[in-house]
């Protein structure tokens, strides 16, 4: 059974940055577009960015855009997210997913994903 699971959460302080990585137990992840979601205290999940399987197309969240990086490195069976710039309203669980269907298109809708990590804690101070 595949499974995804995050690393590289913590706390950091407004300004700096992160990298979560996401591995994979199976090379079967190289056969899909991937997601990162989060979740804050309170609130619904939300779609942070994408991207497509072999060209790397990308999207990504309007309160993100500019300060996050998603990557992957399909070898690895590994997706990244670069976080930079901080702010405290990044604080949140953050999870990875495997979207369904069509592996050259981008969903921001967790829906459209069927294989999620636990997450991890990214907490940004003030």
């Known amino acids: 059974q595949v499974q995804l699971v995050e690393s590289g959460g913590g706390l950091v302080q407004a300004g700096g940055s992160l990298r979560l990585s996401c591995a994979a137990s199976?090379?079967?992840?190289?056969?899909?577009?991937m997601g990162w979601f989060r979740q804050a205290p309170g609130k619904e999940r939300e779609f942070v960015a994408a991207?497509?399987?072999?060209?790397?197309?990308?999207n990504y969240a309007d309160s993100v855009k500019g300060r996050f990086t998603i990557s992957r490195d399909n070898a690895k069976k590994t997706v990244y997210l670069q976080m930079s710039n901080l702010i405290p309203e990044d604080t949140a669980v953050y999870y990875c997913?495997?979207?369904?269907?069509?592996?050259?298109?981008?969903?921001?809708?967790?829906?459209?994903?069927?294989?999620w990590g636990p997450g991890t804690q990214v907490t940004v101070s003030s």
């Open positions: 997913a495997r979207k369904t269907g069509n592996s050259y298109r981008l969903s921001p809708w967790a829906s459209d994903y069927d294989l």
């Open positions: 199976e090379r079967t992840l190289s056969s899909y577009a």
């Open positions: 991207i497509t399987l072999s060209v790397g197309r990308t």
